[in-house]
């Protein structure tokens, strides 16, 4: 059988989470730059005009854009072969999955485009294999000053929130450090969605970049080897002493974990606050938006608080799309599992996150994530 072909590029911070998966679940892929003419002609028509990495290619032609919509793809055929059953574990992959996807950007493009001392050389070698044609150096050198001007401020990432990213950014280290110093993956012997979610910022960007990298190494050796073991085929479980290739038993979900989603709610959850208020505003002002429109990137600035920091930053409806998913699950638990998942929430300070939701929910069309 022919192998599909993964179009990303290994310093992509969505590419990382699609690759990984198709690792753990051996599935045969072989990877390619979205820059040929083949991926201009054929690719992106199918792909829904978005030249989004990752993208993966059949052998039959049919097209898959998105690594949520892959995993997804290939959840369904491998009977939800990472997906946890229980209550409790099943909100926090989700949950994972979310703060994958849009909750470490901040530090993402920080450590990436702040420190060009340290990434300059290493970001134009990469931004130069995603081009083709006659002058490649300058197309990515075009494209690596675009993102900085522009991305990061949207995203963010301004003079006056450095400390709070850094600071931040540390505290992840150190609490994702003392879980994984326990644990071989988040939730016991085997990854879930929301391991291959966290691979998105913390392999492509802060597993790689040479400043992210090094302060990775420094302060989080076994967060630095779980990006290793999730980008290999076997377990990987060689320091451990308990080899169990499962979820913990008992619907656990181990204080080490609790203390890293706490954390991560100090800018998760007032900032999925201030987002959800701008994205029903604009909902409210065009209530006549077709069903099957293209739900754009950003949908305007939000702004909230984090200590003493202010951040301005992008309202991105992606995140209550994936964030609807664990409402959803949520909804069809029994009144007991219920009680149960809230009481954890509110031990990590995420409850708010089951009330946050959009006045009109997104689907996808044609490769697309769409208005309903």
Known sequence: MEPIVLYGAPFSLFTGRARSYLIKAGIDYREEPHASEHFYDTVLPKAGNRRGIPTIEFAN??????????????EALNEEGFSPRTPKQTI??????????????????????????DNDEFMRFHFQTIYSGDDVEQAAKERMAFIKREVNPAWGVSAENYQFIESYHLTTLRKLNAHFAQYPYFLGGK??????????????????????????????????????????????????????????????????????????????VPESRAACAVINQWLAANPDTPAGTEVARGLGRCQFSVGDSVISTEAQPFRFYLLKRMQDAFAAMSALDQAEVRQMLAACDMSELLELKLTRDIGRANNLEVWV
């Not at 994972?96 to 950007?105: I, K, N, P, R, T």
Request: net charge negative; charged share 25%.
């Open 61 to 74: 032609g049919d097209v898959i854009r998105d690594g949520v919509a892959i995993i997804d793809h290939f």
């Open 191 to 268: 990854p879930c969605r929301g391991d291959f979610g966290m691979m998105a910022p913390l392999y492509g960007h802060l597993g790689r970049d040479p400043a992210p990298l090094a302060l990775m190494q420094k302060h989080a050796v076994r967060l630095f080897r779980w990006t290793e073991r999730m980008n290999r085929p076997e377990p990987d479980v060689g320091e451990f002493a308990n080899k169990d290739a499962d979820y913990l038993p008992h619907d656990e979900v181990p204080a080490t974990l609790i203390d890293a989603l706490k954390h991560f709610a100090t800018d998760l």
């Open 92 to 117: 926090v992959s989700q949950i994972l999955d979310v703060m994958g996807a849009e909750g470490m950007l901040r530090p993402c493009m920080h450590y990436r485009w702040n420190f060009d001392s």
